[in-house]
């Protein structure tokens, strides 16, 4: 699957507008406030809001073990980054689960729309 048949789908299976989800997405994306990361049949949106944080939005249509997979690919990446902290809003516990096992360093977040964060 493509980045937009991924969004849509997740979208979709989360009772969101996949239109709406996709074009929020895509005008993070025009704007350069966002990136894309794609790895199997998930997608990281990373939108960077200080040179040093950015928030996290995953996308994903893959069964748990290539999801965890994928999430290994994308620490990874953010490790290798500039980046000192990513934040996110967990709507799905079990995804923060998943990060916690592969190594992640989740603790709850020091800003508040965030509920976790993770350093790295």
């Avoid at 990361?37 to 990373?46: A, D, I, P, R, Y």
């Avoid at 809003?89 to 729309?113: C, H, L, Y």
Wanted: proline share 5%.
């Amino acid at each position: 699957m493509d980045a937009a048949q991924i969004i849509m789908a997740d979208a979709q299976a989360h009772g969101v507008n996949p239109e709406s989800a996709l074009r929020a997405v895509g005008g993070m994306i025009k704007q350069r406030q966002a990136i894309l990361m794609q790895e199997g049949n998930s997608v990281l949106v990373v939108r960077v809001f200080n040179k040093d944080f950015a928030e996290l939005h995953l996308f994903t249509t893959d069964a748990p073990l290539a999801l965890v997979s994928a999430l290994k690919v994308f620490y990874q990446h953010l490790k290798n980054s500039h980046l000192k902290a990513v934040y996110g809003k967990a709507d799905q516990p079990q995804i923060v689960e998943f990060m916690k096992r592969i190594g992640f360093p989740i603790e709850p977040s020091n800003i508040p729309d965030y509920n976790w964060m993770a350093r790295v």
